[in-house]
């Protein structure tokens, strides 16, 4: 197993085992909001619904993302990046590190994803509970210019790869 992908699934699992644990020790009301300035707002009623919202986001996103990794081995279509045209038109053969490094990438974004989502939940339980999320919430908006350059620097690494397989397929072409 890819190992980001095995710690965003174990991150998900940690975050619906203590997202259950807790439930009972909320009060009544729980925030629906975290604004700005790290304080809760938007107050409703405890339900298990408006306490799993964030939690059922993250299993969505990661099994969508998950599944789109495992389909790219034969549909490597599905991924768009500057250099799919060049992909698509490598035999099957020489895709096979490209692959590799677009799951993990995956896997990456999956772990990224699972990781926000566990803050919100987070900051909600702490608002819940009257506390400030100041702090966590500059985290928050941290993380999307963090991820952004991440992507940029990871896409370089997939290009390098379609570079070297394209190398290797020209090489055997030519001899």
Not at 65 to 71: I, P
Not at 124 to 131: D, T
Request: contains cysteine; proline residues 6%.
């Amino acid at each position: 197993m890819r190992p980001f992908r095995l710690i965003a699934w174990a991150t998900l699992l940690v975050l619906l085992a203590s997202s259950i644990a807790v439930y009972p020790s909320l009060p009544a009301d729980i925030p629906q909001h975290i604004g700005a300035d790290g304080r809760a707002g938007n107050f409703v009623a405890r339900s298990p619904m408006a306490w799993g919202l964030p939690l059922l986001f993250a299993i969505v996103c990661l099994v969508l993302v998950d599944v789109l990794a495992a389909k790219l081995p034969s549909k490597p279509e599905l991924f768009n990046f500057p250099g799919k045209e060049q992909l698509l038109k490598l035999p099957a053969e020489y895709r096979g590190e490209v692959i590799r490094r677009m799951q993990q990438f995956m896997d990456i974004i999956m772990l990224q994803l699972v990781a926000t989502f566990a803050l919100v939940q987070w900051m909600m339980w702490r608002g819940a509970q009257g506390l400030d999320n100041a702090s966590l919430t500059m985290l928050l908006l941290a993380i999307g210019p963090v991820v952004l350059v991440g992507v940029g620097l990871y896409t370089g690494r997939i290009q390098s790869a379609l570079d070297e397989a394209q190398q290797r397929y020209d090489s055997r072409r030519r001899s």
